[in-house]
C-alpha cells in the first residue's frame, strides 16, 4: 500500500512538473475565472449603456455613424462591432454582451505568461499569468462589457511583436496590436510605441531611420493608418466634433473632486484600494520592484537585464501618471499596467522559491479550479432568474406594443422643463434588452394615459411600492430592477 501511495504520488509530481500540463491547468482556470456565470452574470453602470449600442448597432446594421451616441465614437469603435456580432449570433444575452471582453481577459492572461517567459523564464511567465488572473481589478473589469481588456491585449500583443522583431512577422504584429488598441480605446492603444522606443533605447539599440535595422519597421508602419483612417473618417463626415467630445470627456471630473482632495483621491484608489484587493500578491509586488530597481542602478548589471527592469518599472509608471491626469479617477484606468506588475510580482516569488516551481501550486491551482467549476454549475444564480424575467417582460412588451415603439418607464427624476428624464443606464438597459427606446412619462402624465386606456409602463423597482396605489398599478413582472405594471381605464 505504501509503494502504491508512493507511486500514485509519483506520477501526479511528474504530471503537475510537465511544462505542457502546467499551462493547460493554468489556461483552464483563466477560462473559469473570467467565464465564472457568463450567461448569468448581470450589466451595470456603462457597461449597460456600451451595451445598448451595440444592440442598436446590431439591430439596423449601421456599423460607422454618430447616431448612437457619442461613447462608440470617441472611445473607439471595436468592441461595439464586436459585440453588435455577438448579439447578431447569439441574441442581446449578457453571454454575448460581455463575450469578447472575457475572450480578450484570457489572451492577457497567455501574452503575460509569453511575456514573462521571454523575460526571465518560464516559471516567472507562469506566475506573472497566475498573479494576473487572480487580480480582483483585472477580473472585475474584464468579466463585463468594458474596453481595458481590449486595449490591455492590444498592449501586450504589440510588445510580443517587437520582442521577435527577428521574424518576419514580428513587425506587422506589433503594429497590428497597436492599431487594435487604438481601435478598443483610442490613445491608450498608443502606448507601445513608447514603451517600444524607450526599451531600445535602454538596450542600445535605436537606430535612425535609414539604418538598414529600422527599415523593417518603417515598411510596416502604415498599418497604423487603419486607425487613423477611422478617426480621419469621422472628422470628414462630422467635423471637429468627436475630438471635442474626446477632450471634453478626458477635462470630465465626472462629479469627482478637482481640488487638493484630487491627489487624495488618486492615491486613495491607485494605491490603497488596489494593494487591498491585490493582497497577498502586493507584498511581493514591492519586494519586487525593490529588486528591479536595484538592477536598473547596478552599472555592472548585464545591459539586457537592465532595459527589462527600466522597460516594466517605466510601463507601470507611466500608466499610472496618465491615470491620475485625468480629473477622474477610476482603478480599471490601472488595467494596461497589469500585466508588467504581475511580471514584477513575479520576479519576487521566484526569488524566493529560489528559481523553483514546486508541483503543488498547479496542483492546487488545479483544485481550486475543478472546485469553482462544480460550484459554479451546482449553486444555485438569482442574476439567472432575473435573466429569465428580463426575457419574459420583453415578450410581454412585444404583445402590448406596436413594432419599434418605445417603453414608458415612470420617472421621478425631472430633467429640463419638467419633463421626464431616464439615467443613462435606464436606457441602456431597455435598448439591450428589449431593442426599443425608452419613452419617461411622469406620475401626472401615468394618470392621463391611464383614463385614455390601458397603460403598461416600466416602474424603478425602488419605487414601486410607494406608487402602485397612487398610480393604480399592478405588477406584471418584477426583476432585480423594474417592475413592469399595467393600469387598467379609469
Known amino acids: 500500500m505504501r509503494e502504491a501511495g508512493s507511486s500514485l504520488r509519483d506520477n501526479c509530481a511528474a504530471i503537475l512538473e510537465n511544462d505542457r500540463m502546467q499551462w493547460l491547468i493554468l489556461l483552464g482556470a483563466a477560462f473559469v475565472v473570467l467565464f465564472a456565470n457568463a450567461a448569468q ?30 461613447e462608440l465614437n470617441h472611445h473607439g469603435p471595436l468592441l461595439f462591432w464586436l459585440t453588435a456580432g455577438a448579439i447578431n449570433v447569439l441574441g442581446p444575452t449578457t453571454f454575448a454582451a460581455t463575450l469578447f471582453s472575457r475572450l480578450f ?16 523564464g518560464r516559471n516567472t511567465g507562469w506566475l506573472a499569468a497566475l498573479a494576473l488572473v487572480t487580480c480582483y481589478t483585472f477580473a472585475r ?27 518576419w512577422w514580428g513587425p506587422p504584429l506589433f503594429y497590428a496590436g497597436v492599431a487594435l488598441g487604438v481601435l478598443a480605446k483610442s490613445l491608450p492603444g498608443f502606448l507601445p510605441l513608447f ?30 493608418l487603419l486607425p487613423i483612417a477611422w478617426w480621419g473618417y469621422l472628422a470628414l463626415r462630422y467635423g471637429p466634433e468627436v475630438f471635442v467630445i474626446y477632450r471634453d470627456d478626458f477635462l470630465s471630473p465626472d462629479r469627482q473632486p478637482t481640488d487638493i482632495r484630487h491627489l487624495y483621491l488618486f492615491f486613495k484608489i491607485y494605491l490603497v484600494e488596489f494593494a487591498v484587493t491585490y493582497f497577498p500578491w502586493i507584498i511581493f509586488t514591492a519586494l519586487g520592484v525593490g529588486k528591479l530597481l536595484r538592477t536598473l542602478r547596478d552599472s555592472n548589471a548585464e545591459r539586457r537585464g537592465r532595459a527589462t527592469a527600466g522597460l516594466l518599472l517605466a510601463w507601470i509608471a507611466v500608466v499610472l501618471i496618465a491615470s491620475g491626469l485625468k480629473p477622474s479617477q477610476y482603478q480599471r484606468y490601472w488595467l494596461p499596467a497589469l500585466p508588467a506588475v504581475a511580471i514584477v510580482t513575479a520576479v519576487a516569488v521566484l526569488q524566493i522559491l529560489r528559481e523553483r516551481m514546486p508541483s503543488w501550486i498547479p496542483g492546487t491551482v488545479a483544485l481550486l479550479m475543478v472546485a469553482a467549476a462544480l460550484a459554479s454549475s451546482c449553486l444555485p444564480l438569482t442574476s439567472a432568474e432575473n435573466t429569465q424575467r428580463l426575457s419574459a417582460m420583453n415578450d410581454l412588451l412585444n404583445q402590448r406594443l406596436a413594432p419599434g415603439a418605445p417603453v414608458p418607464i415612470l420617472t421621478l427624476r425631472p430633467h429640463r422643463q419638467n419633463s421626464g428624464f431616464v439615467p443613462p443606464g435606464e436606457r441602456g438597459r431597455c435598448r439591450f ?14 394618470d392621463d394615459e391611464r383614463r385614455q386606456g390601458r397603460l403598461t409602463v416600466i416602474v424603478p423597482q ?9 398610480t393604480h398599478l399592478a405588477a406584471l413582472i418584477q426583476t432585480d430592477d423594474w417592475v413592469l405594471a399595467e393600469t387598467e381605464p379609469g
Open 105 to 120: 481577459g484570457v489572451g492577457c492572461v497567455a501574452l503575460t505568461g509569453w511575456l514573462g517567459t521571454y523575460f526571465y
Open 41 to 70: 452574470s448581470g450589466l451595470h453602470g456603462d457597461a449597460l449603456i456600451y451595451a445598448g449600442e451595440a444592440r442598436l448597432i446590431a439591430d439596423s446594421g449601421e456599423y460607422a455613424t454618430l447616431r448612437f451616441g457619442q
Open 462 to 470: 425602488e419605487a414601486f411600492g410607494k406608487l402602485a396605489a397612487q
Open 433 to 446: 434588452f428589449f431593442g426599443r427606446e425608452p419613452r419617461p412619462i411622469t406620475i401626472a402624465q401615468v
Open 141 to 167: 473589469n474584464t468579466m463585463t462589457l468594458r474596453m481595458d481588456s481590449a486595449v490591455t491585449f492590444g498592449v501586450l500583443l504589440a510588445l510580443a511583436g517587437y520582442f521577435r522583431g527577428e521574424k
Open 195 to 224: 514603451l517600444a522606443g524607450f526599451h531600445a533605447l535602454l538596450e542600445n539599440n535605436l537606430h535612425a531611420p535609414w539604418k538598414k535595422q529600422s527599415r523593417r519597421w518603417f515598411y510596416w508602419a502604415p498599418l497604423l
